[in-house]
């Protein structure tokens, strides 16, 4: 399909299915340009199959299905450009699941996964940097040192835009209006407004500034409206100037939305927590200290920690020392703590990867965002347990009067800011506490998670095929230019051939063979890149390390249940190993709702292959080699 213009593509589909005003409706599968015709008998079907790029079409289920291939995507965005048609809720993420607070942190967590790995290295830098200064190997003062330590901060203090493009992909909007949008709020004379203590209006409207730099939530909320209005936008404007004004509409509205709202309600809300806290301070140390200590990451979670900086400086300016530093010390080590226990409990190999490194810019430079959000925060039960410690720690702390006599990130380097003021013995048995609690609780309670390849079955699995290696949990292993892709679910082979839908069983998506489930968990048959995971978590198209293109699709026609049954634990871009799970599904949903479940594996590529055949037959184990593929 490579010589195929996809442009012209869409707009032929559009021309001989009747034109624009005989489409109601518009999505896409995994494989389906799925159409709602307002009349079937004004598509000329025969000239819509001769189209080249598209393989067949099928009229099913009140649906117009023109069946493209791994390419609909495509097809189905160049389709948008010249209708009102190509934005729709098939989306390629996982929907959130479980009550407000879970889905948060689910969003949250998949819009951090893109730059997980940056961030890491990132926070190591500035731990390493950090080390140098505080052992006088770099002088601070020196070009060397501010260069280095831009290259080292950068991501975090720019981290807006960063998430503007993560963000827009997950809730399918345009990214570069996101990150124009992100770019006007760390603009340098935006962030000079904020810092110069001046009254600042819009248009007459007063503007209650925040400080922008390293947030999180106002460009994620910013991008989720910005998502709502580009749809509005995209519908109800004319053709003629859609393409330039949704996103001058999208800026011109929403820089202006944000900061008259975000910035207030951030601004509000944490100037009265940290003036409360500030409050306790005076009668009950200990509280304040709780407080402080358990819920630190929570404020910078949400930006609430700008508004106890100021309040940070005038106690230096004024007194020399600042009470409220003190149990951020237990607070920041706690979750590095939790981070290092993860590290070393869990048995994914990725998630090692990036705990590790974390934990170690945690203690050395209270650098905690890699790990909280690519390690506590996702598996919650760390990022609980670094709260508790934390408040334990810094209640300690509190007692003991401790302060710190500069402005500095809690960190073991920074410790010695520590020790002149209070109880510095106190401040290291809080911190030791929290680190314990944190590092223990994490280590015996936490979660294990599953390892990177699938584990090994149990006597309860169904046995291999005689004729088929065992070989679960392995990635897909190179015998000369022969390639095993693995069985992505337990259950029973069937021929392709004779699974109930005539687009794959024709072989027009490729060759391959289907199983018919006997659980509800489905993984990955080749190591490789999710290029295709589907918001309805029914279809998933990976990319194997050896160019091997591979479709698992769960269920005929299950698109239909939107997601109903349907638990994805991937997203697209992301890299998996042979056996990493894929997604969770109910089986008894699908088939109660008239679906048959039969899980499709094709090979989507198969011409550009010397061979693609069945290499296991019967009843199969997840994991065992399934077909035999000769580049």
């Known amino acids: 399909m490579a010589s195929v213009s996809y442009r012209s593509l869409a707009a032929d589909i559009l021309e001989k299915v009747g034109g624009e005003e005989n489409i109601m409706g518009a999505t896409h599968c995994a494989t389906r340009l799925r159409l709602k015709l307002r009349d079937e008998s004004k598509a000329d079907t025969a000239a819509v199959e001769n189209l080249p790029g598209v393989l067949t079409v099928m009229q099913a289920g009140g649906q117009y299905q023109v069946v493209i291939g791994n390419e609909v995507p495509t097809v189905f965005a160049e389709l948008g450009k010249i209708s009102r048609f190509g934005k729709d809720d098939t989306n390629e993420e996982a929907p959130a699941q479980g009550n407000l607070f879970n889905r948060f942190i689910d969003v949250v967590s998949s819009i951090f996964s893109p730059i997980l790995w940056p961030l890491a290295g990132a926070g190591l830098f500035k731990a390493f940097l950090s080390m140098a200064t505080t052992f006088g190997w770099v002088d601070a003062t020196n070009q060397t040192y501010v260069i280095l330590s831009a290259a080292a901060d950068a991501l975090f203090y720019f981290l807006p835009l960063f998430l503007a493009i993560t963000a827009a992909r997950r809730f399918k909007t345009n990214q570069f209006t996101s990150m124009a949008i992100a770019g006007t709020l760390v603009y340098p004379s935006i962030v000079a407004l904020g810092t110069a203590g001046e009254p600042v209006a819009f248009a007459g409207i007063p503007l209650v500034m925040m400080n922008y730099t390293s947030s999180v939530i106002p460009i994620i909320v910013a991008v989720w409206l910005q998502g709502y209005l580009e749809r509005f936008l995209l519908k109800v404007l004319p053709a003629a100037i859609r393409n330039f004004m949704t996103p001058l509409l999208s800026i011109v509205l929403m820089v202006p939305l944000t900061l008259l709202t975000v910035g207030p309600l951030t601004t509000f809300a944490s100037q009265g927590i940290s003036g409360g806290i500030t409050a306790i301070f005076t009668f009950a140390p200990w509280l304040a200290g709780a407080i402080m200590g358990g819920l630190w990451q929570v404020f ?16 230096l300016a004024t007194g020399g020392q600042s009470l409220l530093m003190a149990p951020l010390v237990p607070a920041v080590l706690a979750q590095a703590a939790a981070m290092l226990a993860v590290a070393l409990r869990s048995r994914s190999a990725k998630r090692r990867e990036v705990a ?11 650098v905690t965002e890699p790990g909280i959000y690519g390690v506590n925060l996702p598996l919650k039960k760390p990022f609980y347990f670094g709260i508790a410690a934390g408040a334990i720690g810094g209640a300690v702390a509190a007692i003991g009067g401790s302060a710190s006599n500069a402005f500095v990130f809690p960190s073991l380097l920074s410790l010695p800011a520590f020790a002149s003021v209070g109880s510095f013995a106190l401040l290291l048995t809080g911190t030791g506490l929290a680190v314990a609690i944190a590092f223990t609780l994490t280590f015996l309670f936490g979660p294990r998670e599953q390892a990177d390849a699938a584990a090994i079955p149990s006597v309860n699995d169904p046995v291999p095929a005689p004729d088929a290696e065992p070989s ?9 230019r022969n390639i095993q892709v693995l069985a992505p679910v337990s259950g029973a082979a069937v021929a392709l051939s004779d699974v109930p839908d005539r687009v794959f069983s024709s072989g027009a998506m490729g060759a391959g063979m289907g199983i018919i489930p006997e659980d509800g968990k489905i993984y990955a048959p080749v190591s490789g890149i999710i290029q295709a995971a589907m918001k309805t978590g029914h279809a998933y198209g990976i990319k194997s390390d050896d160019g091997v293109e591979v479709l698992v699709h769960i269920g005929i026609d299950t698109v239909q249940m939107k997601g109903e049954g349907f638990e994805s634990a991937v997203i697209r871009g992301q890299r998996v190993e042979a056996g990493d799970l894929l997604a969770t599904i109910d089986r008894g949903k699908i088939e109660a709702a008239g679906y048959d479940s039969t899980t499709i594996m094709v090979v989507t590529n198969t011409k550009e292959l010397t061979a693609v055949l069945p290499s296991a037959e019967g009843r199969l184990a997840h994991g065992v080699p399934a077909l035999d593929v000769e580049l």
């Open 300 to 315: 910078v979670l949400f930006g609430l920690h700008w508004g106890f900086v100021p309040i940070m400086a005038n106690e």
């Open 356 to 366: 590790a490194p974390a934990a170690l810019s945690g203690f050395l430079a209270g």
């Open 472 to 480: 679960v949990g392995q990635t897909a292993g190179v015998t000369a």
